[in-house]
Each structure stands twice: as structure tokens, then as C-alpha cells.
């Protein structure tokens, strides 16, 4: 067991360590503050109302800045961690054309990154994960080459051979390679992905029935 | 998709509807089936019978199992809200493969689906070729 748990152990503090240090156009200060209202989302009363509501549009009010987290951005991390399954294309046009679609996607990344390392600690331990005090530092603020419209609603890497939900934060590298050593090691594991026969403590079947029950729980259609 | 394809070339019989709907009871034709999905749901949920459906779990699949099937669910927690979140579409040989279960199960229902189905655009995939997932 323990090269697995050391696996999974070493990118959860990866993981952890990314959502409070600089990052593509956030400060650590802002990804940690964004970390936290991601967490926060689970219980927020405005939240909960838009869940239970036909419609999240039909509960009014907003969630204000925190810090220097600008209110738009905040408002992000919670749909993205509250009600991922009814964001629409328009909701997400308007968050993109304040927020830039950079910072869009890296506040859907942290809010992610968020969410599983949240869960596999409430999953084995009943709590959520321990988050360290924001590092200091400035993001890279650069917008990597090869990227463009490949039909998502936000720009993506062109020819790297990978599905579409491997380079959906292909444009903020920082926060996607938190995101991809995650994926990695809890899931995917390299070549291993394509074998649909896993030499592991769970058969490929038992992991994708964990994974279709979660999924479906979630209303995700990808 | 993978549950289905996996579970036929291990032999399973696998019952899509079990393993999407928790209000079905079974094991969906999977061994240990029924212990893993009540750990999922109860993970998910953060529901009050998790350590109970912990437990339970660990005792037929074992610590490593308990650990994979943790990550599993924690993982597609976040592969859910980047997909969600991003607007991706579903790659078009996952598209034209799975017609006949996303109707069964609901799934074209789900507003995501919208990403995909009925888009401005028609689903793409990259110019190479998906060649694989994070591999």
C-alpha cells in the first residue's frame, strides 16, 4: 500500500501547497482566499437557495469581494463549486468578459483542485484538508503559445493529441499542472489510463462504477 | 463509457442504471458493487452513514481499496466542476458511442449537455488525434 498512499499523499500536499502560492494571474493571496470560498460554497445560504431554486438565476443577491478577490470572482468559485451541472455558456461569457478568460480558468481550476483535495480528506478522514498561510509573490501573468478555440468556452492547447477534458486548463499552466498531478495519481496514472485492465487494489471496473456514481451525482454530462 | 467497456472485458454484466441512481439498490454487476456505491454516495453527500459505508468497504476491498475508491470519488469531484466549468465538449468518438445510454440514463437532459449537443459548433476533437487522457 504504501507506494500508492505515498503517491496520493505527496500530490494532495502538492495540490494544497499550489492553492496558497503565486500562481498564473492570482496571487497566493487570492488563490488561497478563492480556496476558501470554494469551501465555503458547501454551506453558504445564497448557495444553498440556488441549488434548491428551478433555476439558480431565480434566487437574487450575490457574493461581495473578499480581500482583493474582486466580487466577480468570488461569484465564480461558488457556482463552480456549488452547482457545477446548470453553469450555463452565457453565465460563463459574462464572468469571462469581466474576469478575462484566464483568470476565468484559473478560478475553475482552483475551485477544482479545491474540491478533490477536500473530498479525498472528508472521503478518509471526515474533515476537510489543512490549507498553510498564503505564500508571497507574483503570478507569471503569461499566456502560454498554441492555444485557441478548440469549441470549449474557454481557449485550450492545440495538437496535443490529448481528450478535451486533458487540456481544459491548458491556458493557465501553472494551475494546470497542480490540476494534471492530481489526475495523475488518484486517477489516470500515465499509460496505465489506456488498459482497461488495472493491476491495482480496485479493478478498472470498480473504479469507473465509483466514478459513474459520482459523476452521475454531480449531473455531469462530459 | 468505461464502466461498460471495462466491465465487459472482465466479463461483468454491468447495470447502468444501479450505478447511476441511488435510489436503485444492487451492485450493478460488479464485485463489491453495492459496498462501493454506498461509500461514493455517502462520500458525496457527506452524509452522516459515510464512516459506516468506510468501514464497510474497507473491510471487503482492503485499505488500498478504501484509498482508490476515496480518490476516485475525489478526483471526479474535480474533473466534474473543470469540465463543467471550461464548457468542454464530449469528444466526438465518446459522442457517437454512448447515444444509446445517455438516452437510457437521462444524461442528454443534463444541462451540460448543451456543451455538446445543439452547440454553435460542432463537437472537435485535436488535429492529432485523442491519443489519451493525462497519459
Given at each position: 500500500?504504501?507506494?500508492?498512499?505515498?503517491?496520493?499523499?505527496?500530490?494532495?500536499?502538492?495540490?494544497?501547497?499550489?492553492?496558497?502560492?503565486?500562481?498564473?494571474?492570482?496571487?497566493?493571496?487570492?488563490?488561497?482566499?478563492?480556496?476558501?470560498?470554494?469551501?465555503?460554497?458547501?454551506?453558504?445560504?445564497?448557495?444553498?437557495?440556488?441549488?434548491?431554486?428551478?433555476?439558480?438565476?431565480?434566487?437574487?443577491?450575490?457574493?461581495?469581494?473578499?480581500?482583493?478577490?474582486?466580487?466577480?470572482?468570488?461569484?465564480?468559485?461558488?457556482?463552480?463549486?456549488?452547482?457545477?451541472?446548470?453553469?450555463?455558456?452565457?453565465?460563463?461569457?459574462?464572468?469571462?468578459?469581466?474576469?478575462?478568460?484566464?483568470?476565468?480558468?484559473?478560478?475553475?481550476?482552483?475551485?477544482?483542485?479545491?474540491?478533490?483535495?477536500?473530498?479525498?480528506?472528508?472521503?478518509?478522514?471526515?474533515?476537510?484538508?489543512?490549507?498553510?498561510?498564503?505564500?508571497?509573490?507574483?503570478?507569471?501573468?503569461?499566456?502560454?503559445?498554441?492555444?485557441?478555440?478548440?469549441?470549449?468556452?474557454?481557449?485550450?492547447?492545440?495538437?496535443?493529441?490529448?481528450?478535451?477534458?486533458?487540456?481544459?486548463?491548458?491556458?493557465?499552466?501553472?494551475?494546470?499542472?497542480?490540476?494534471?498531478?492530481?489526475?495523475?495519481?488518484?486517477?489516470?496514472?500515465?499509460?496505465?489510463?489506456?488498459?482497461?485492465?488495472?493491476?491495482?487494489a480496485l479493478?478498472?471496473?470498480?473504479?469507473?462504477?465509483?466514478?459513474?456514481?459520482?459523476?452521475?451525482?454531480?449531473?455531469?454530462?462530459? | 463509457?468505461?464502466?461498460?467497456?471495462?466491465?465487459?472485458?472482465?466479463?461483468?454484466?454491468?447495470?447502468?442504471?444501479?450505478?447511476?441512481?441511488?435510489?436503485?439498490?444492487?451492485?450493478?454487476?460488479?464485485?463489491?458493487?453495492?459496498?462501493?456505491?454506498?461509500?461514493?454516495?455517502?462520500?458525496?453527500?457527506?452524509?452522516?452513514?459515510?464512516?459506516?459505508?468506510?468501514?464497510?468497504?474497507?473491510?471487503?476491498?482492503?485499505?488500498?481499496g478504501?484509498l482508490e475508491a476515496?480518490a476516485?470519488?475525489?478526483?471526479?469531484?474535480?474533473?466534474?466542476?473543470?469540465?463543467?466549468?471550461?464548457?468542454?465538449?464530449?469528444?466526438?468518438?465518446?459522442?457517437?458511442?454512448?447515444?444509446?445510454?445517455?438516452?437510457?440514463?437521462?444524461?442528454?437532459?443534463?444541462?451540460?449537455?448543451?456543451?455538446?449537443?445543439?452547440?454553435?459548433?460542432?463537437?472537435?476533437?485535436?488535429?492529432?488525434?485523442?491519443?489519451?487522457?493525462?497519459?
Amino acid at each position: 500500500m504504501g507506494n500508492v498512499e505515498e503517491l496520493i499523499d505527496s500530490v494532495l500536499a502538492a495540490g494544497a501547497s499550489s492553492l496558497v502560492a503565486a500562481g498564473d494571474w492570482l496571487t497566493g493571496t487570492q488563490r488561497k482566499a478563492a480556496a476558501l470560498e470554494a469551501r465555503d460554497a458547501r454551506t453558504n445560504d445564497l448557495d444553498q437557495q440556488r441549488r434548491r431554486a428551478i433555476s439558480p438565476n431565480a434566487v437574487s443577491g450575490g457574493h461581495g469581494s473578499i480581500g482583493d478577490l474582486r466580487a466577480e470572482a468570488v461569484e465564480v468559485v461558488h457556482r463552480i463549486a456549488s452547482d457545477p451541472g446548470r453553469i450555463t455558456r452565457d453565465w460563463a461569457d459574462q464572468a469571462i468578459e469581466v474576469l478575462g478568460e484566464e483568470t476565468y480558468t484559473e478560478l475553475v481550476g482552483i475551485a477544482a483542485c479545491t474540491a478533490t483535495i477536500d473530498m479525498f480528506a472528508w472521503a478518509t478522514t471526515d474533515r476537510d484538508a489543512d490549507l498553510e498561510d498564503a505564500v508571497a509573490g507574483e503570478p507569471t501573468n503569461e499566456r502560454p503559445d498554441g492555444v485557441g478555440d478548440v469549441g470549449a468556452w474557454v481557449s485550450q492547447s492545440m495538437g496535443s493529441g490529448m481528450a478535451n477534458v486533458s487540456r481544459s486548463l491548458s491556458l493557465v499552466p501553472v494551475t494546470n499542472s497542480a490540476w494534471v498531478g492530481l489526475v495523475q495519481a488518484m486517477y489516470s496514472r500515465g499509460p496505465e489510463f489506456l488498459d482497461l485492465e488495472w493491476k491495482r487494489a480496485l479493478s478498472r471496473p470498480q473504479v469507473e462504477l465509483v466514478a459513474a456514481r459520482t459523476t452521475a451525482e454531480l449531473e455531469c454530462f462530459y | 463509457m468505461l464502466l461498460s467497456v471495462s466491465g465487459e472485458k472482465a466479463g461483468l454484466v454491468v447495470d447502468l442504471e444501479v450505478a447511476t441512481d441511488a435510489a436503485k439498490t444492487g451492485d450493478a454487476g460488479v464485485p463489491h458493487g453495492a459496498e462501493l456505491l454506498a461509500f461514493a454516495t455517502a462520500a458525496n453527500r457527506r452524509s452522516d452513514d459515510l464512516a459506516q459505508a468506510r468501514a464497510t468497504l474497507e473491510a471487503v476491498v482492503g485499505s488500498e481499496g478504501l484509498l482508490e475508491a476515496a480518490a476516485t470519488v475525489a478526483i471526479f469531484n474535480g474533473l466534474v466542476r473543470v469540465a463543467d466549468g471550461t464548457g468542454i465538449q464530449l469528444d466526438p468518438s465518446m459522442l457517437t458511442s454512448t447515444v444509446a445510454t445517455r438516452a437510457a440514463l437521462g444524461i442528454d437532459l443534463f444541462k451540460g449537455a448543451a456543451s455538446t449537443i445543439g452547440a454553435p459548433t460542432e463537437p472537435r476533437q485535436d488535429v492529432n488525434g485523442v491519443q489519451g487522457l493525462f497519459a
